[in-house]
């Protein structure tokens, strides 16, 4: 049974900082594997995607890679600002999974302050 | 981008009564969409996995008679409490895709208290 986990479960720094959110599953033949971010009673916006076969994935200030061996991913964010705010959950697509289910990680809690 | 809508956004009910929540794709054909419970600082748990014209699969653990789960159309899924008690409260999330393994696009929630 696949379980992911992420570290650390909450993480408060200032703006302006590098920070790095890790997410560790323990099934490595995964078809993709997903981070989002979710607002405060609210649903899932889907901030990056990579695929088995790629090692990393940017967008804008985000970076995130990808170690299927070691059933490793990293999510980095550059510049980190208030608005960046939010839980973030990893998710992953196992190889043969029907219909495409996804196993989230518990999420990391993020706090920029000012 | 692909937008999920989820109706209610918020709704509460007193215990015994049934609810229903639909979950729509606005701007692609959903040919599968997903059913999520999430508790209080907890992760998503899927509840059911729902394909377009056929059954809904359930999670193991997920009461298929008390959470009823229709897909009638490729833009639309609803999910029916039924019989609902306080224990069912929780923060309801679909999620839509347009292919088998594709990117779910997630809706924005329903959140259900039952007094």
């Known amino acids: 049974k696949q379980e992911v986990t992420q570290i650390p479960a909450a993480l408060s720094v200032p703006e302006g900082e590098n920070l790095v959110l890790n997410c560790s599953f323990t099934?490595?033949?995964?078809?993709?594997l997903q981070w989002f971010r979710q607002d405060p009673g609210k649903g899932l916006t889907s901030l990056l995607l990579?695929?088995?076969?790629?090692r990393e994935q940017t967008s804008g200030r985000l970076n995130a890679s990808l170690d299927k061996s070691s059933g490793r991913s990293t999510l980095y964010i550059a510049a980190s600002q208030p608005g960046d705010s939010a839980t973030y959950l990893c998710?992953?697509?196992?190889?043969?999974?029907?219909?495409?289910?996804?196993?989230f990680g518990q999420g990391t809690i993020l706090t920029v302050h000012p | 981008g692909a937008v999920v809508s989820q109706h209610p956004s918020r709704v509460i009910c007193k215990s015994g009564t049934s609810v229903k929540i639909e979950c729509r794709s606005l701007?692609?054909?959903?040919?599968?969409m997903f059913w999520y419970r999430q508790f209080p600082k907890k992760s998503l748990m899927l509840m059911a996995t729902?394909?377009?014209?056929?059954?809904?699969?359930?999670e193991q653990g997920v009461e298929k008679d008390k959470f009823l789960i229709n897909h009638a159309s490729l833009t639309l899924s609803t999910l029916t409490v039924t019989s609902a008690h306080p224990e069912d409260s929780s923060f309801y999330i679909c999620?839509?895709?347009?292919?088998?393994?594709?990117?779910?696009?997630f809706g924005p929630g329903t959140r259900l208290l039952v007094l």
């Open positions: 999620s839509a895709t347009e292919r088998a393994g594709g990117t779910q696009y």
């Open positions: 998710a992953v697509r196992r190889w043969g999974t029907s219909y495409g289910k996804l196993t």
């Open positions: 990579i695929q088995s076969s790629q």
């Open positions: 729902s394909n377009e014209g056929s059954k809904a699969t359930y």
């Open positions: 701007d692609f054909q959903a040919t599968t």
């Open positions: 099934d490595s033949a995964i078809y993709n």
